[in-house]
């Protein structure tokens, strides 16, 4: 496990901000900065999606280019590695904020692609918020889009912090002192179908728990029923690590877990860089 410097501890207000909320600060002077992570597996280019109808003066934000890495040719580093803490410095600044600025995220996916902004900001030492419900909420509580292209942003010099969230590698994952949750579809979890990843299956001793079972309703769970998923789940009690298919939707479980004051470990190669290492041991089953 890396080491990281824990700064505060994190509450739902800290992590979520209703569409309510944002439209009345949205209001004030300086508003916040809104980053639109348009993103699912089958679309994962979301700017057609961001020009058609966006909440305004929000900018685009790449999943697959800004929040990960691809210039690694090593599988078991997974199909959404981690960007490096200088690429990732420069992506921040090429949006111009800096440690001062409000930042809300947002996606019309369940906040999944939101989710891994948010862990991304957090883990460089900056504050962010996910817009509980995403772009969906935002219009039921009255608020209008806008159609174009992202605006131009003066860039900032912020500094990052990198490691302000803590982070496992294969080694640790395999033998975690604690419970690790698993955020993918349970069908997936189980082995019985897998149509990404080189095997089927999970990581030995993992528990399933897939995200979207934390916005069942498109907004998250109140906090006691988010508490209840999770207590059920041991992940209360002590270290939590959490996984996916590639360290994206896994980000979502760190989120809601945030909510609760808990802090979890991810495993950014998750189960793509796992399965894709022969040496590593695969479960099926629940």
């Known amino acids: 496990m890396t080491t990281h410097k824990k700064e505060i501890e994190l509450n739902r207000n800290d992590v979520l901000i209703s569409a309510d909320e944002l439209l009345t600060r949205m209001a004030t002077s300086p ?3 809104l980053f639109d992570v348009r993103w699912t597996l089958p679309k994962p280019d979301g700017r057609e999606d961001f020009a058609a109808g966006h909440i305004p003066g929000a900018v ?3 999943l697959d280019t800004e929040l990960a890495d691809h210039g690694s040719t090593d599988a078991t580093a997974g199909r959404h590695p981690l960007p490096s803490p200088e690429a990732f410095q420069e992506t921040v600044r090429s949006w111009g904020i800096d440690e001062g600025t409000e930042v809300v995220v947002y996606d019309d996916n369940s906040s999944l692609g939101a989710a891994r902004a948010w862990w ?8 962010a918020r996910v817009l509980d419900g995403g772009l969906a909420a935002f219009r039921d509580a009255g608020g209008t889009l806008e159609t174009g292209d992202s605006p131009e942003v003066a860039p900032s010099s912020v500094v990052i912090r990198p490691g302000r969230l803590p982070v496992i590698d294969a080694e640790a994952a395999a033998g975690f002192d604690g419970v690790l949750l698993d955020a993918r579809a349970g069908e997936r979890f189980r082995g019985e179908t897998e149509p990404l990843d080189p095997r089927a299956g999970h990581i030995p001793g993992a528990k399933s728990a897939p995200a979207t079972d934390n916005v069942p309703a498109g907004t998250f769970l109140p906090e006691a029923l988010l508490r209840e998923r999770f207590a059920e789940l ?3 009690d002590g270290p939590v690590g959490v996984y996916c298919g590639s360290g994206v939707t896994a980000c979502h479980n760190a ?3 945030a909510t609760l004051s808990v802090e979890a470990a991810l495993y950014p ?3 793509s860089g796992w399965s ?7 479960e099926t089953g629940a």
Do not use: M, Q
């Open 234 to 236: 041991g992940a209360l």
């Open 269 to 271: 190669a998750s189960w």
């Open 31 to 33: 508003a916040p900065r």
């Open 60 to 62: 685009y934000v790449d």
């Open 255 to 257: 989120l809601a877990l």
């Open 276 to 282: 894709s290492d022969p040496d590593r041991p695969v």
């Open 120 to 127: 991304l900001l957090r883990w460089a030492g900056l504050s």
